[in-house]
């Protein structure tokens, strides 16, 4: 079962690991680093404990008993913006797609160094803490961010009632930022997504449509604060239009 710290002030992590020593390392490490972290062993427990508690963060195994983590990652994101971090022994990248597909915020492969997950820990929750919905609304049809308006029907973007002109393949992008924003979207996350829209993405592309995007829609694209890179890991879109 779980175990909670008393600490309220301290942000709340949720580890669902059907291993008992993982859960027991986790909780130890990670409350050494300043953070309440409690664990339960699956699904059944999870939502028992998220019935009564909040967590800012749930560390999420892929392999559970019962309702595995891809499924559980699928429904914590259909009612509520829960950032999610997925642990698997399953490293095969289209495993570490879906689970993004899915909605997670990161994914790491067992086994894994504590110290690395600490660091994408920090990461999604220094991201989820930057988030400001205020400055961000979207519709059925439509997402708006910073004076500019996408519109999915028309296929068309404007700024301050200003066409700019985008291709098809610079709009299926700019989609896919706005429909993931705040979060780290790696090439291989990408590639899959725009299969939804076009026959054949390759990988390159994604670089030369984002350079292309960013003369259109930073106002210093060798500075860019829309559509930011991370290095080493992919691509982030800030709709705030800031560093974070």
């Known amino acids: 079962m779980y175990s909670e710290s008393m600490e309220e002030q301290k942000e709340k992590i949720l580890v669902v ?35 009564d508690h909040v967590a800012d963060l749930v560390i999420l195994d892929l392999m559970l008993p019962g309702e595995d983590g891809l499924t559980l990652a699928r429904k ?6 829960q950032p999610i971090i997925i642990l698997s022994a399953r490293g095969d990248d289209i495993d570490r797609i879906v689970g993004l597909e899915v909605g997670a915020d990161d994914y790491l492969a067992k086994p894994f160094n ?19 919905p205020i400055a961000v609304t979207s519709q059925h049809d439509q997402y708006q961010f910073n004076g500019f308006k996408l519109n999915f029907t028309s296929h068309c973007l404007t700024k301050d009632g200003q066409d ?7 709009f299926n992008l700019l989609r896919i930022f706005a429909e993931h924003p705040n ?29 292309r995007l960013r ?13 930011r890179t991370v290095w080493g890991e992919g691509y982030l879109f800030s709709p705030q239009g800031k560093a974070q």
Not at 114 to 132: G, K
């Open 76 to 81: 914590l994101k259909s009612r509520s913006k």
């Open 164 to 170: 700019v002109q985008l291709t098809s393949g610079e």
């Open 215 to 227: 003369r259109k829609i930073e106002n210093d694209p060798s500075t860019p604060l829309f559509i």
């Open 17 to 51: 690991d059907d291993d008992l020593g993982i859960r027991e390392m986790l909780q130890e490490y990670l409350s050494g680093n300043g953070y309440d972290v409690s664990s339960v062993a699956d699904g059944i427990e999870m939502e028992q404990y998220l019935v």
């Open 183 to 211: 979060r780290v979207l790696n090439r291989d996350f990408i590639l899959e997504l725009l299969k939804g829209y076009e026959r054949m993405p390759f990988d390159r592309s994604i670089d030369v449509r984002v350079t």
């Open 114 to 132: 504590p110290r690395e997950l600490l660091a994408r820990v920090r990461a999604v929750l220094r991201r989820q803490d930057n988030f400001t």
